[in-house]
């Protein structure tokens, strides 16, 4: 007697994020950028995916496409088998900005409550809520201060909890830890893979993680979606073979260091590629972006 494998019809059925043939295109006065170029990528439930690449090559579009805040030029954007369009109605995801965004008169408690304020969910309710995500981001004492009285670090746990408000089982964030020393960000590293496996009463999410460092996606991944520019595109995906259970000693490993290894040879590729490379092409690109 053969059974199929446990998890043959939970693969089939739980894709999260399906994105299939996206372009992004940009109006621009020269030439038109292309910022994604017929990418598809299949996110199933539970999966850790950074996007990784160098400055311009779309992983924040992604991300906004994918989030409803971007229109896809050409392709299609599904999540929970939704439109993003209605996932986004639906609330289905949370989302975190590079930069904090915290609004400096609203104390930590009422930035958390912001959205569920925002939904018209009752004050005792929202007020219950945000303290018990801020508890979850380790922060319980300083709902009643001002950001500009937290760190770097603290004011980016701030914006994860207002991302958990809704529960959501997909989180999306763009660069959170950019720009925070390197001590502060291996500490929510850890935090946010706790975060991500979930506990007795919260099920495994999803999370979609931009960066550009290698050890960050190293760390934190199932998989790595590496990107190169001009145009955007998927060089090259990388499965992790790291357990889900992992603590920054990992980092010591053979295995994490091979996993490194092959992002970086895989970005390395990506810049080869792409056109306008310095020794190739003779017309450096004009009005390259921020990043
Ligand atoms: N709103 C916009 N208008 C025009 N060009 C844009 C806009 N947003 C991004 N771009 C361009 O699209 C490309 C990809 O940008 P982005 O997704 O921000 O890349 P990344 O997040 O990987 O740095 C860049 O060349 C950028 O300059
Ligand atoms: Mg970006």
Not at 103 to 111: A, E, G, Q
Not at 253 to 282: N, Y
């Amino acid at each position: 007697m053969t059974s199929p494998p446990a998890h043959a019809h939970a693969s089939a059925s739980s894709s999260t994020v399906q994105v299939e043939d996206v372009s992004v295109i940009y109006p621009a006065k020269e030439q038109p950028v292309v910022a994604l170029d017929r990418v598809s990528l299949d996110i199933r439930q539970g999966e850790f995916i950074s996007l990784i690449g160098p400055s311009g090559c779309g992983k924040t579009t992604l991300l906004r496409v994918i989030a409803d805040l971007e229109q896809a030029t050409s392709g299609r954007v599904l999540v929970n088998g939704m439109s993003s369009h209605d996932a986004r109605l639906a609330r289905a995801y949370g989302y975190v900005f590079q930069a904090p965004a915290l609004f400096p008169w609203r104390t930590v408690l009422d930035n958390v409550r912001l959205p569920l304020e925002i939904h018209s969910v009752a004050t005792d309710k929202s007020r219950a809520v945000a303290l018990e995500q801020l508890a979850r981001v380790g922060l319980s004492g300083f709902e009643g201060k001002y950001p500009w009285q937290l760190s770097g670090g603290m004011q980016q746990r701030v914006s994860i909890a207002r991302a958990l408000g809704f529960e959501p089982q997909l989180l999306m964030m763009d660069e959170p830890f950019g720009a925070l020393d390197e001590i502060t960000r291996d500490r929510l590293g850890e935090q946010l893979l706790a975060l991500w496996r979930g506990d007795a009463t919260t099920a495994r999410r999803t999370v979609v993680f931009v960066t550009h460092s290698i050890p960050e996606a190293v760390f934190l991944s199932t998989r790595i979606v590496v990107m190169s520019p001009r145009p955007g595109r998927i060089v090259e995906v990388i499965e992790s073979s790291l357990p889900a259970e992992r603590t920054l000693d990992i980092r010591e490993t053979p295995e994490f260091i091979d996993i490194a290894h092959r992002v970086r040879l895989a970005l390395h590729d990506g810049h080869e590629t792409s056109g306008g490379g310095a020794s190739q092409g003779p017309l450096a690109p004009l009005g390259r972006g921020l990043g």
